[in-house]
């Protein structure tokens, strides 16, 4: 187990969009932490679905050379140019010190004694990790918002290698013995654990924008703020290879793979559609529903956000809910029940021109007053079922509270879109294919 020591410190950091939420937190800690007055923690808040050290928003460079000295030496500019573009970003590197013959501890335990002391692999590995370079250790729920907790051992960046082998380490018999005592510790050299890509030197940085840069935003900002202006400038030498990963290499597949998805939902929508109305030419009436209903998905999730920013005031908790790419799934599921009742209008209004002599205009008019009921029914029924699991509070809420929200608000704009928009669209196409009854 190589640990780099190089940091000590115990804080909480705490990154949330309420701030209500971060003083709980920190009266929670406090009076967990109050016997240790030299100590203070920090909380990140990360991913749902992740709980590494960046979560769903580190922007990972890889950063690959075959000479030593000018990879360390272009991984600090990128380091301090990330610095400067973003405001106060956590930027973590592996190796962790960018400096060629780092020393690095070694520590290598002594399971016979700890087992003495009642500590197993996992206890130590992360005593050890704390006290160094910082371990994640455990989630933190308040309300909806699920928050990690990282701890770092006091004295941040101050720690000398000599200090290192008589660091407390607390025993589960409530005994604090030296770290030397439970594990033999080695000095060597930080560069002969240089990691490598595809046969070259590599050095990796993790940057985590502020949350108020989102993660799209960061990626593009950091190719060309930082990337693409020391190539311009001359500083990042062409013989170094730079690729984004991580967090940011999966933004781009996750948009790939729903730009994918979405075009063909949207091909087998059309073709289902096509054999129900057995023409080409009627299904692109409905098909016209979509965007505007995707439109009434993004309207009513930023008006869901703008009005939820407002609730602390009279004593409620806040909504807030990003534009991540787990609410962009609501579009997808948005295509297939957004067509369901355009598909009764128009639908209606052939068979009132089929079967009944009247124009075009009272045909479609017909129609819509017919339809306005079942209409009204379904979308009714609908809304009433997805908001609770939009506007209630609960474990896993920034999961699903942004698919929810596009396909509640999604539907909510479809219909006012049948009622208004679609008859008038409707009444023009027919007119073209009918200019005997367009009267």
């Known amino acids: 187990m190589g640990i780099q020591a190089e940091a000590q410190s115990l804080r909480i950091i705490a990154e949330t969009s309420d701030p209500t939420h971060i003083e709980a937190l920190v009266d929670a800690l406090t009076q967990r932490f109050e016997a240790y007055p030299d100590m203070r923690a920090f909380a ?15 922007i990972t460079l890889d950063i690959a050379g075959n000479d030593l000295n000018e990879l360390y030496t272009t991984a600090n500019a990128i380091y301090q140019r990330a610095q400067d573009v973003f405001d106060n970003p956590r930027i973590q590197s592996r190796p962790s010190a960018l400096d060629l013959g780092q020393p690095l501890i070694e520590v290598y335990p002594d399971w016979e004694r700890a087992a003495e002391v009642g500590m197993d692999t996992s206890a130590l590995g992360t005593t050890v990790a704390v006290l ?42 409530g005994v604090n013995v030296p770290l030397n005592t439970l594990a ?63 967090a940011g290499d999966q933004l781009d597949a996750t948009r790939q793979a729903l730009t994918g998805n979405a075009l063909i939902a949207l091909a087998i929508v059309y073709l289902l559609l096509v054999a129900i109305f057995a023409h080409w030419g009627y299904p692109l009436l409905i098909l016209a529903t979509i965007p505007l209903g995707a439109a009434g998905g993004i309207v009513g999730l930023w008006l869901m956000n703008t009005v939820g920013a407002q609730l602390p005031k009279i004593g409620l908790n806040a909504i807030s809910q990003p534009f991540d790419m787990i609410t962009m799934l609501g579009f997808l599921i948005l295509m297939g029940t957004v067509v369901n009742n355009p598909i009764l209008v128009v639908h209606q209004a052939r068979e009132n021109l089929r079967t009944a002599s009247m124009s075009v205009r009272d045909a479609v008019h017909q129609a819509v007053e017919s339809r306005l009921r079942p209409i009204a029914m ?62």
């Open 184 to 246: 033999e510790i080695r000095e060597t050299v930080g560069t002969a654990t240089l990691r490598r890509v595809d046969g070259r030197r590599s050095v990796t940085l993790d940057v985590i924008p502020p949350r108020s840069v989102a993660l799209e935003a960061g990626i593009e900002r950091m190719q060309r703020e930082v990337i693409d202006a020391m190539r311009d400038e001359g500083t990042l030498p062409a013989n170094i290879n730079v690729t984004v990963t991580g």
């Open 132 to 173: 160094t370079n910082g371990s994640y250790l455990d989630d933190f729920y308040l309300d909806d918002e699920k928050i990690d907790l990282y701890g770092y051992g006091p004295g941040s960046g101050n720690i000398a290698l000599d200090d290192l082998a008589t660091l407390p380490i607390h025993t589960p018999s």
């Open 378 to 439: 379904t979308t009714l029924t609908t809304l009433c079922g997805l908001s609770p699991l939009v506007f209630l509070p609960g474990e896993g809420t920034e999961l699903y509270r942004g698919v929810g929200a596009i396909v509640l608000f999604g539907l909510l704009g479809t219909a006012i879109v049948t009622v208004t928009f679609l008859p008038a669209l409707t009444v023009a196409v027919l007119s073209w294919k009918n200019p005997k009854r367009s009267a």
């Open 44 to 58: 990140a808040r990360g991913s749902i679905i992740s709980s590494n050290d960046g979560g769903t928003r580190s």
